[in-house]
């Protein structure tokens, strides 16, 4: 990030007085290189994914609104981070969740965006490791940083071992990027839109408050629901029927219209 008033270095020096001064772009130095500190990259198996290759021409076919919805954040990926939006999927294993979040985060990259990606065990697995008489980093210090990048990508929430310590490290992480409008893009299993309380299990999983402040910053769920795409390239089982006959659900001005039982505690 270059500053026409310090050429780079984050200090003004004053040659009369001798002295160096921190330059105004300095604070948004440190936070970037907190932020980078936790960034993550975009896992091999992910880094060639795009709207024209497989499976996500197979994904707006069966699924034309969620994929729709993607390609409405992606196309206004500075607008969205800026401003705290996120987007969070569920469905079954397989069915395109983290294709789509990886999607999003490529693309915010792409768009001179600060991501860090991890799965919620490794996540977690991180935050306890604060506590080694070895650690790089304080607890305080990694949440932080989490809560510096501009999108925060969370895979698999709801896969792992609940506890009051877990509950609470995860709804700080939320909660501090809820306040300082910072996005968040989740991926989770444990909603199942068919049932009197859909988001029941997650609730269950990771605590009430946390899962209001994702409704916040989100919207509602996205679903993928289908056939496991990884079973079926490996058998060469046949697409899921499209369902482009529904209506879309996903557009922002419907985002608070919910179905009795979903959605934010009220």
């Known amino acids: 990030m270059d500053c026409d008033k310090c050429d780079g270095s984050g200090f003004i020096f004053d040659e009369e007085a001798r002295k160096a001064y921190p330059c105004e772009c300095r604070p948004a130095r440190l936070a970037r290189k907190r932020a980078a500190a936790v960034a993550g990259r975009i896992p091999k198996a992910y880094r060639g994914v795009s709207f024209e290759r497989e499976p996500l021409p197979s994904l707006e076919r069966s699924h034309p609104h969620v994929v729709r919805a993607v390609r409405r954040y992606c196309d ?45 065990p490794r996540l977690l697995a991180m935050l306890r490791e604060t506590f080694r008489d070895d650690a790089t ?19 698999d929430v709801g896969a792992e071992q609940t506890s ?40 269950e999983q990771i605590g009430d408050r946390t899962v209001s402040r994702l409704y916040e910053m989100c919207g509602d ?44 505690s009220r």
């Not at 490290?169 to 968040?184: A, F, P």
Request: overall charge negative.
């Open 221 to 264: 769920p996205l679903p993928m629901f289908g056939a496991d795409r990884r079973l079926e390239a490996q058998f060469n089982l046949p697409e899921p029927v499209p369902t482009s006959t529904t209506p879309d659900p996903f557009d922002d001005s419907q985002w608070d219209e919910r179905p009795s039982g979903y959605g934010r």
């Open 164 to 203: 009051p310590w877990v509950l609470e490290q995860l709804y700080t992480v939320v909660n501090t990027r809820y306040e300082e409008q910072r996005s968040i893009i989740v991926t989770t299993n444990l909603i199942d839109i068919a049932a009197e309380q859909p988001d029941q299990e997650l609730r």
């Open 76 to 120: 206004t990926i500075t607008e969205r981070t800026q401003a705290g939006r996120g987007m969070w999927f569920t469905g079954p294993p397989g069915t395109g969740k983290t294709t789509l979040a990886m999607l999003i985060s490529k693309r915010a990259m792409e768009a001179d965006r600060t991501v860090a990606i991890y799965s919620l």
């Open 137 to 155: 980093h304080s607890l305080s210090q990694l949440i932080d940083m989490l809560c510096s990048v501009d999108l925060l990508h969370i895979d």
